[in-house]
């Protein structure tokens, strides 16, 4: 069990990672220059940054050019790639707030809260064992970012949802999302509800809970002492044991998964969610893991030990401690850096060993986990003081001359540098970016039905659907950029042999590529007669970005022969480059 809950820490450290692979997506662009002089301080954030490397004397890259660094927020913020329109108007502009008000109208627009509701999601999981509750869930979500609503106020309503049906409203959504389908259990002599696992589902929830809101891994206390199991892994949960996580999945001990029942069978994805069952047994077997062996069933959180108040709700005392306690922001702080940075300042994001973190406490024989601790706790702090607004975290990282950095690094680059944060890290476009930058690049949006059954709105951009939705050729096509099943934790995208396959064969690409079906290529051709425009606004629309004059010259050559087929083989190409592939 330890090997392969914890398997990510036992690989090369994802900082070297990121700045190998930032290393080989840059390697064909022009080199940066050097900066010159002390790098400015835009906030708190480039303090800790800089500061740190002019401690260490480590070389860093200059900031990101306007065209660098509008493509990569659009991207980061919005999961869109910027228009030609919206590019000719960021570079003209020259008023010194730019990059700031940008920041301001990306995070107020309809396309972030898209963006970000898919991440949740995602990282949630919301499928399909939902049932219609997914897509209110969903709405939910998408209105609470939108409305900017408190995250700490958000996940309480989701960890304390009130006796509702996840089919009708939204906020009983996620907790029967991870019900446990199985066999009737010992602990209840009913059939409707033995069509979930009770006991199991509870387990699965802290585990959840744990890992996306306290960054922290409870799954191998679920089932053994972390003594003489964890030693090599997490020296904090070395310390725990079995029956503590017992007390942790006991604040969900009285909440019932109720199926529906229709023609005297229970429906699964429609369910009543309550708190009238009996309690969490401790000696009730599992369909996941080895039987419980009894003990304690009172809740109490595996951080602090801390009980539920007198009259209290075990959920709604669970929701309130979680939010409470200064993990919850450090991990909420480290999962977004980690998303907008490249890599966590604790990576994995849901790996945090609590022994580990501050330098004055640190075991004999371990390395400090944070790469840095005091940022880590200043971006907590910070996130706490403002109003556990994620949009306002997502505004003080955009906002800071770290993240604005180059991707582009002057001289020879070292393995060393990764961990001060000495360059932008490229990262692979997820599924759902790949998808919509095409159908933004060609102006050829998708056709997804929003709905559980395929009957709702109509819309064009992955970004916009609840859940995964493809199906035939187009989900063969996201399956190869690594598109979540949320059946499983989501993964980073990386690399496979897959990928150029399907942006070479692929009809989601070479439909699209098409001067047909009012395409964007179609339109520049019926309106330009000059060749070398129509080659011009393909490079601004599909990389953000003018070519240069040798790039200009192939592409040209290409149209001379048949200008239609070699406009389109421009387009295809363009589609195919890093450049277009990667965020840096």
């Given at each position: 069990m330890?090997?392969?809950v ?18 080989r ?14 790098m ?15 401690r260490?004397n ?10 660098e ?21 960021f570079l003209?502009d ?8 940008l920041i301001?109208r ?5 396309e972030?809260?898209?963006k970000?509701s ?8 919301a ?5 219609r509750?997914v897509?209110l ?17 958000m996940?309480r ?14 906020a ?54 972390g003594k003489r199991?964890?030693?090599?892994v ?9 029956t ?5 999945a006991?604040f969900m001990?009285?909440?019932r ?8 069978e229970?429906?699964?994805?429609h ?19 080895i ?8 809740p ?21 401690m ?10 909420t ?5 980690a ?15 609590l ?5 004055k406490t640190?075991p004999?024989?371990?390395d400090?986990?944070?790469s ?13 003081k403002?109003?556990?607004s ?12 770290a993240?604005q ?10 393995e ?7 360059r932008?890290?490229a ?7 790949v998808h ?7 102006d ?25 939705r493809?199906?035939?050729e187009?989900k063969?096509?996201?399956q ?12 980073a ?17 070479n439909?699209?590529v098409l ?5 964007r290529l179609?339109r ?14 393909l ?10 004059a040798?790039e ?10 048949n200008?239609?087929e ?14 277009f592939?990667y965020n840096?």
């Open positions: 330890p090997a392969e914890h398997a990510p820490l036992f690989n090369a450290p994802a900082v070297n990672r990121a700045g190998q692979l930032t290393e997506v840059t390697a064909g662009l022009p080199q940066a220059s050097a900066p010159q002089g002390r400015p301080r835009a906030n708190f954030i480039d303090e800790h940054i800089f500061s740190r490397i002019e260490e480590i070389p860093h890259a200059p900031l990101a050019d306007d065209r660094f509008l493509r990569r927020v659009r991207l980061d913020l919005t999961g869109r790639i910027p228009s030609p329109a919206e590019t000719r108007e003209a020259t008023a010194p707030n730019k990059r700031a008000k301001d990306l995070l107020d627009s309809p972030y809260s898209d970000w898919y991440f949740f999601l995602d990282m949630i999981r499928n399909g064992k939902m049932g509750g897509d869930f969903h709405m939910m979500v998408k209105d609470s970012l939108a409305a900017n609503r408190p995250y700490d106020d996940v309503s989701i960890i304390a949802a009130s006796p509702k049906s996840s089919y009708t409203v939204s009983a959504g996620p907790i029967v999302r991870e019900h446990v389908e199985g066999k009737p259990g010992e602990e209840i002599d009913n059939r409707q509800l033995n069509k979930v696992h009770q006991m199991d589902t509870h387990d699965e929830l802290a585990i959840l809970y744990g890992k996306l809101f306290l960054g922290i891994n409870l799954a191998c206390i679920s089932c053994h002492d199991h964890l030693e090599k997490n020296v904090y949960l070395t310390g725990k044991k079995r503590e996580f017992f007390h942790m006991a001990g009285r909440t998964y109720v199926p529906q029942i229709e023609k005297r229970a429906v699964m994805g369910f009543m969610v309550d708190d009238y069952g009996p309690g969490y047994n401790t000696k009730a077997d599992s369909m996941l893991r039987k419980r062996f009894g003990g304690p069933s009172d109490a959180f595996v951080l602090t030990g801390e009980t539920p108040k007198a009259g209290e709700m075990p959920r709604d005392a669970l929701a309130r979680l939010t409470s306690h200064p993990q919850f922001t450090r991990a702080a480290n999962l977004y850096w998303r907008l940075m490249g890599v966590g300042i604790v990576e994995p994001f849901d790996e945090f060993d022994a580990r973190q501050d330098p640190l004999a024989g371990w400090l986990q944070p840095h601790p005091e940022l880590l706790n200043a971006l907590g702090a910070w996130f706490q403002n109003n556990y994620i949009a306002g975290l997502l505004r003080v990282i955009c906002n800071s001359n993240y950095l180059s991707a582009r690094f002057p001289g020879e680059w070292r060393s540098y990764a961990e001060f944060y000495a932008k890290f990262r692979m476009l997820t599924a759902e970016d919509d930058a095409i159908a933004s690049a060609t050829r949006p998708g056709n997804f039905k929003m709905g559980r059954r395929g009957t709702g709105e109509t819309v064009g951009m992955a970004m916009q659907l609840s859940m995964p493809a199906s035939g187009l063969s096509f996201m190869a950029f690594g598109q979540s099943n949320r059946g499983t934790p989501p993964r995208p990386s690399p496979s042999p897959l990928q150029p396959i399907m942006m070479m064969c692929s009809e989601v690409v439909d699209r001067a047909a079906k009012d395409s179609e520049f051709l019926g309106a330009y007669q000059d060749d070398a425009k129509v080659v011009d606004e490079f601004m629309a599909s990389i953000a970005r003018m070519p240069s040798a200009r010259a192939l592409a040209m050559s290409a149209m001379k022969a200008r239609v070699g406009a389109q083989n421009v387009q295809w190409a363009l589609l195919n480059l890093v450049e592939l840096f």
